[in-house]
């Protein structure tokens, strides 16, 4: 069986964060595991606290799963602080780790911010250029870069601006756009568009890390990252289709492996 690992912090309504990568994992067939970043007290409305893990238990947790399993493909989530950031890179250089997807996260859809503001530049220094795939969505990628995004030409832009940073593959998530939610992926040579039409629903809670994980899960599988982000984008897709009105807020997307079956993916290794 393939294996996964997810890098990220927990939300303890389900939706978002390591549950929603693990629930992600095992709805591709592949055993998920995980390293918690930081724990939230968080539910559909909102984010009311975050408790950052230290450095020292986050290595920690690294070790145990790579002296000990071998890991397919990783994802890295809600990172928080400098030093969080800073011990992720450390050791996943030390075991040579490359099949890396690198969702950088920075402000919940509630508007909390998940990586403190002077962690940005840590971030784009340590881990995106581990990065195989990183798939940062509209706002994100405008951080990053600096620059302002409002057309597919600009996503572009912004795709080719983070590829010379470091990472090897760029999507930038269109789910912040005005019409249709396309994707744009560069793999340094050619640009390729993942259209995606609005599905009309405020339960989005955890779109991101559902589509990251997914990611890492096909990558896990085998799947060249072309084909991984195209299964993905159904993957997603699907999953936002039949999210739940869970709670009083935002809801959950649906992982089931019906809806991965139904997304027309399939088995290969
Ligand atoms: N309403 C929607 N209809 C269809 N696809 C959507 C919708 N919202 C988001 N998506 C898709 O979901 C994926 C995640 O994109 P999004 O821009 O929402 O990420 P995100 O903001 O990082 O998510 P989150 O922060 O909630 O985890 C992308 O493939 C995007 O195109
Ligand atoms: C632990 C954790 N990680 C990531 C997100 C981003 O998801 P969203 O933007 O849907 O709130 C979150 N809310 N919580």
Request: glycine share 8%; net charge negative.
């Amino acid at each position: 069986m393939k294996k996964a690992l997810t890098i990220a912090g927990s939300d303890s309504s389900g939706g978002a964060g390591i549950q929603a990568d693990l629930k992600t994992f095992s709805a591709h067939g592949v055993f998920g595991m995980s390293v918690i970043t930081a724990i939230t007290a968080q539910n559909t409305q909102g984010v009311f606290a975050v408790q950052d893990i230290s450095p020292e238990m986050i290595g920690r947790q690294i070790d145990a799963i790579f002296d000990d399993i071998d890991v397919d493909a990783l994802k890295i989530g809600m990172v928080s602080v400098t030093d969080t950031i800073k011990v992720i890179a450390e050791k996943l250089q030390e075991y040579h780790f490359s099949q890396i997807v690198l969702d950088p996260v920075m402000i919940s859809k509630s508007g909390y911010s998940l990586l403190q503001p002077e962690a940005g530049e840590a971030l784009i220094k340590y881990l995106l250029p581990l990065a195989m795939v990183v798939t940062p969505n509209i706002p994100e990628a405008e951080v990053i870069t600096g620059l302002h995004i409002e057309t597919l030409a600009d996503m572009k832009k912004a795709a080719k601006a983070i590829h010379d940073l470091g990472a090897a593959n760029v999507l930038i998530k269109g789910g912040h756009m005005e019409d249709d939610a396309t994707d744009i992926l560069f793999d340094g040579e050619k640009y390729l568009e993942y259209p995606g039409r609005r599905i009309d629903t405020k339960h989005t809670h955890g779109t991101g890390c559902t589509l990251s994980s997914s990611i890492t899960a096909n990558i896990a599988r085998g799947i060249p990252v072309e084909r991984a982000v195209e299964q993905s984008k159904r993957y997603i897709t699907t999953a936002i289709e039949h999210s739940l009105a869970i709670g009083k807020g935002v809801g959950p997307t649906h992982h089931f492996y019906e809806l991965y079956q139904k997304a027309g993916m399939t088995d290969e290794q």
